[in-house]
């Protein structure tokens, strides 16, 4: 599996993906917003772009999908919902499909509610598993609910879903908001050595040429996979002191994405 990771460099700071096969050049467009971007990174590769997916509904991830399937008359994927939503879906996704890009590739689709109702992820298996995670998962930090979400499902999503997956999984965002990410998780969990080691790392970096983290690093440092950590307890007790002294996690954790949503 080739993967090609395309910064935007627009405001709202979108990644948007290649997925390609080595023995065909056949490739998956992920949320193609840029579709310049992505239609001229393919030409450079050689490869051709015959499938587009968007993980949800919303329009900076489905923006582009009229001038790439215009250009090269590839198929549209989607949560098998999300037809009203997203124009000319070709093919909808439900939990447990196979999305298969030419010879050697097969990326497994997960159906994570929660940043929208109709969001799917896609994992890979194999030596170098990875989960293209559009707006559920972010580098320490996990989607709004603002528009059509849920935090009790992004919730399930994380826990019965995500947080499961091999430590080694490598995580594909579909926006860069790290610098912020981290900030967040200082002030909730002050003490967290790899988050305060990181931030100097992140500030002011040019997000093109950002590490690609694993779900183990993640859970290290990203405040929604640490929802049993006495220091995040304690601190989301100063701001509501109406919380057991052992909160259950989901209410932990749909208490993190409340102050999340005006930090």
Not at 28 to 47: F, M, S, T, Y
Request: glycine residues 8%.
């Amino acid at each position: 599996m080739l993967v090609e990771r395309i910064w935007t460099g627009n405001a709202y700071r979108n990644f948007n993906y290649l997925v390609a096969c080595g023995e065909t050049g056949e490739a998956l467009a992920i949320d193609p917003l840029d579709h310049e971007k992505c239609l001229n990174r393919a030409k450079v590769r050689g490869w051709q772009i015959t499938q587009v997916l968007n993980t949800h509904e919303h329009l900076d991830h489905t923006g582009g999908n009229a001038a790439v399937i215009a250009a090269t008359g590839a198929k549209l994927l989607a949560h098998h919902k999300a037809g009203s939503k997203i124009a000319g879906v070709d093919r909808g996704l439900a939990a447990g499909d196979v999305v298969k890009v030419g010879k050697s590739v097969e990326l497994e689709c997960l159906d994570t509610p929660g940043h929208t109702l109709c969001h799917v992820c896609l994992r890979a298996h194999g030596d170098q598993p990875a989960i293209f995670s559009g707006d559920t998962l972010f580098n320490a930090g996990a989607g709004n609910c603002h528009n059509g979400g849920d935090p009790r499902l992004l919730f399930a999503t994380f826990v019965e879903q995500l947080a499961k997956l091999p430590e080694n999984t490598r995580v594909y965002p579909g926006h860069d908001y790290v610098e912020n990410n981290l900030g967040f998780t200082l002030d909730r969990e002050p003490d967290n050595a790899d988050a305060r080691a990181l931030l100097p790392q992140v500030q002011g970096h040019d997000p093109e040429a950002s590490a690609v983290w694993t779900l183990a690093e993640e859970k290290r440092f990203n405040t929604f996979f640490r929802l049993q950590s006495p220091g995040v307890i304690a601190r989301l007790r100063e701001r509501f002191p109406d919380l057991p002294e052992q909160p259950d996690p989901q209410t932990v954790f749909v208490k993190l994405r409340e102050l999340r949503n005006s930090w």
